[in-house]
């Protein structure tokens, strides 16, 4: 058999081409670039007009485009059971149509949408080194004669360089994402961190424990505290002599991560600013609820306890918006109060905290309040059991027999929650505040 020798120089010339296509996706681990290539190269070795490269969303399975010959923006979608495209997709075999007038499978709507005028195509499906599908490219027109075998096995070529390609870029991509938001989340806790007091709060008669521990690299959680005079936020040059009390906070925004994280966050600092305006505890919470309830987006709020401590008269006032329950020990007796929540979490509605009246309660010496967050209350043993309010109740009465400070006591309620769980972490995040008049 005589072989022309056009053809084979056609032949190699298709190679080399191929050859050089492929050593410029192997360079490349920019996604858009790739994309760029590909079309391309697929253009221009199967002597076509145009060229796009589906990517297969496997959530809406659909194939979706975002890179294309006269795409200037936006995108185009695919359902796997529609269009030649997709029946490549779902074969995971090339699908070739010369005419595409007198193929049911030829969807139309794109040509109009884009006033492209499609006669022939070719589908090349795009599959991963395991044969995973992960799109689908796709030729347009023919620009001289009709596809035949000999384009198939180009495109075949070309798409298995493409896939490898492709795949690379997306894992490249995502790990650039992931350390970007990685970065990110740890700005946030920073600045998270960074709001925690910084000053230390030595009151006669009183000792505390405060802390929070984010499930995540960022928590919905937030604790606070710092000195009052006369019920307002004492001055860092205040003297120590004229401090007559204190106040505490523990919130829990909805959710995890840098949202919650920032709401929490906000809600601390509206305390301390309503706390600068005011000496009447409901109205400094209602302050925090209002601007909560024009900034918040719908669904998110915040469960908090707000407590003030009076030590001229050893009272401790508090407002529990959502945040239960309080436990309110009674050393005399070696027992738990517990106190409910008076009134809904903040964010939710515009109104109801001004009228309200905190609870008050009178600490004898060696009394204590603790408020701790649903990460204690709600941690999971492995076989789904709930820890609950009376086991933690009991690892604090444990711990208040031993004679421990509320930091170590703290700590207990720590150890014993993760005990529980039999896991160094909890899937919410824990906070808990200790207010102790010394024995």
């Known amino acids: 058999m005589t072989t022309n020798p056009h053809d084979s120089q056609l032949r190699d010339e298709r190679l080399e081409r191929l050859l050089t296509v492929a050593r410029r996706l192997s360079a490349s681990a920019d996604l858009e670039e790739v994309l760029q290539v590909v079309i391309d190269a697929l253009r221009d070795l199967l002597h076509s007009e145009r060229a796009t490269v589906f990517e297969l969303d ?32 779902r074969s995971r075999a090339i699908a070739t149509v010369n005419d595409v007038a007198r193929d049911g499978r030829f969807l139309s709507t794109t040509d109009a949408a884009t006033g492209f005028v499609t006669k022939s195509a070719m589908a090349i499906p795009l599959l991963d080194e395991a044969g995973e599908l992960i799109g689908v490219a796709q030729v347009l027109n023919r620009c001289e004669g009709l596809y035949d075998a000999r384009d198939e096995a180009l495109a075949a070529g070309l798409a298995a360089h493409a896939a490898i390609a492709l795949k690379r870029a997306h894992l490249i991509a995502d790990r650039v994402a992931r350390a970007a938001l990685e970065q990110e989340l740890e700005t946030a806790r920073a600045i998270q961190q960074a709001a925690q007091p910084k000053r230390s709060l030595t009151l006669a008669d009183y000792v505390f424990a405060a802390r929070t521990i984010p499930a995540l690299t960022c928590g919905g959680d937030v604790c606070d505290y710092g000195p009052l005079i006369r019920g307002r936020i004492a001055g860092t040059d205040a003297p120590s002599e004229a401090i007559d009390g204190a106040f505490f906070l523990v919130a829990d925004a909805t959710g995890h991560g840098v949202g919650p994280a920032l709401q929490a966050t906000a809600t601390r600092a509206l305390l301390r600013a309503a706390l600068r305006l005011t000496d009447d505890l ?25 407590g003030r401590l ?44 001004a009228a309200l009246a905190p609870w008050k309660v009178r600490l004898e010496p060696g009394d204590a309040v603790i408020t701790a967050s649903d990460g204690y ?20 009465l444990d711990a208040f027999a031993r004679g421990l400070a509320p930091d170590a006591i703290a700590a207990a309620l720590d150890e014993h929650t993760l005990a529980f769980a039999a896991s160094d972490q909890t899937p919410d995040d824990r906070t808990v505040v200790i207010v102790q008049r010394v024995p």
């Open 282 to 306: 409901a109205v400094a919470v209602e302050i925090v609820n209002r601007q909560l309830v024009e900034d918040a987006p719908s669904g998110r709020f915040v469960t908090a306890w707000f």
């Open 310 to 353: 009076d030590t001229a008269r050893h009272e401790l006032h508090g407002i529990c918006a959502g945040q239960a329950p309080i436990l309110i020990y009674r050393a005399r007796a070696q027992r738990f109060e517990s106190l409910g929540a008076d009134a809904i979490p903040l964010g939710v509605l515009d109104e109801g905290f």
């Open 377 to 396: 209350f709600e941690a999971l043993a492995p076989d789904g059991e709930v820890l609950g309010e009376e086991r933690v109740q009991q690892c604090l």
């Open 58 to 89: 496997t959530e809406k399975q659909e194939l979706v485009a975002h890179t294309a010959h006269g795409l200037a923006r936006g995108e185009i979608r695919v359902p796997l059971s529609q269009g030649i495209v997709g029946a490549c997709a």
